[in-house]
């Protein structure tokens, strides 16, 4: 054992992690293997406005009250299958809740709407045991129908249910290995696998595998989005696309009726804006302060930051389809060209670093900095390819978003790219149509992205975004459609970390693929690891600041002190 601990970007001791098979194994399913930063933890567990005041006794949270919440975009669209902006997203955490749920201040996922689990003795089936007395928004009980319906909405071509509009992310990226589901009785609800995979119950935590009212299913079809109807704790009013989403909470919420009566979620796009509400009072917290905001707004007495991971990652997506990035020599020049540093400092205001283990972020298990050269920088390089390649005076276009850091990242990249010989055009769009233009092959050449840690594990970045299966390689990138032996192989690597226990075993097989992929498609260039900056009135305690910094709102234990 190291005498020195290891230790992340700021100097903080990373809390070690060692399982034997039963302690990854938690009633019959798995713990996240992420670790994270002693000090980010102790804060976590320390900075809800419900803790010490100046006798040291916990503060009491008083009932009722509005919580206004600056989310980045909505369009009004609340599904599980259709992601649009953040903002809904997040609205649909509230509304709804799955069979496991992860609370981020620890990487071990637990029962909520399931009571129990087992897994099969070869790994493929998982019986899950619901919950009793669980009452859904308008009233029906949760049985496993409901479960079906909300599974095979997006697992099935033909289901009427599902929008035209959808990106079908259970199907895809979140739970690819899923064959069937069925309800053996009302309580008990069972899913079949292709594959052993152990990081299963940490995946149905994502927003994407909420469970859904069969019978508002049936009364609204595929605009289920503008009448959600689940089990969460706050259950929807109204949605007005580009304006708010705003919910109440649900008595009869199964694990106890939230503090706070009623909660907004404003979009707030202009970053002056949203720093002056969380000044004067007006806007009560949001996890998308800019960064360059997040000093000024510490100062005050009025508001509380909250010091959280860098577990987003920003990178580069490139079209691999598309003629003037085609040749992989083009992609490694672009890889080779982005001044992270820069982009560190001046975009994000120092709240964020140039990754060292390319994919995953300091304290991911799998992180190692063996893969640092992927993500250095080196221009005389990238001019020799451009050169080789006979890109010199190629055209080429940046796509990004037109809030918080993404103007200044871009503009920085631009001047990148023109230095290697290429001649760029960025182009900005707002939250609510810039998904649409990523997550399509002719919307884009290369487009600026973020990935935020859904589920803590490192499944969750290095399989959605390398994976065959996943919108990343088919609608962001395109390579799952390149060398079919190589894309095969990738994808077999990725298969190992999902079904081994053993961290360093997990490390070794994320290293391998992140390193082939580079070596054999670079169709994804990362760019910084960051901070979502979290900020609230100093009155609002039991917020979860660690489920908010990857934009999971967790938001039914906050109340104002009394």
Known sequence: MSEKPMRDEDGRPILPVALSRRGFLVRAGVVGLATMPLGAFLTACSQSTGESGANGEMAKLRKGGTVTFAIDGTNGVLDPAVYTTLGDWMAVDCVCRGLTTIDFKTTTPAMAMAESSQISDDGKTLTFTLRQGVTFHDGSVFTAQDCVRSFNRQLLDQDPSRPS???????????RSITEVRAVDERTFRISLNQPDLTFLSRLTDISTRIISAAALDKYG????????????????SAVPQQSVTLEAYDGYFGGRPLIDRLVLQQVTDPSSLNAGLQSGQITASSFVAHSSAKSLAANPKVKVYDTPRRLAVFLLMNTTDPALS???????????VDRAQIAQNAFFGYANAPKGYILPVGHVGYDESLADLTATDVAKAKQLITEAGATGRAVELIAQNNNWYPKAAQILEENLKVIGLVPTVRLFDPGTFSGKVFDLKGHQIALWERNGYVPDPEDLVNNMLSSAGSYANRGTGHAALDPDKVKQLDAMLVRGLQTADPEQRKAAYTEAQRFFADNFMAISMVVHAQNIVAGSAELGEINPEALSSQRMQMEKAGFAE
């Open 165 to 175: 509009n959808s990106t079908r992310p259970l199907r895809g990226s979140t739970n």
């Open 222 to 237: 595929a605009n289920i989005g503008q009448n959600l109807v689940g089990a969460g704790p706050f259950k929807l009013v």
């Open 327 to 337: 040749d992989i020599r083009v992609r490694q020049a672009v890889n080779l060209c």
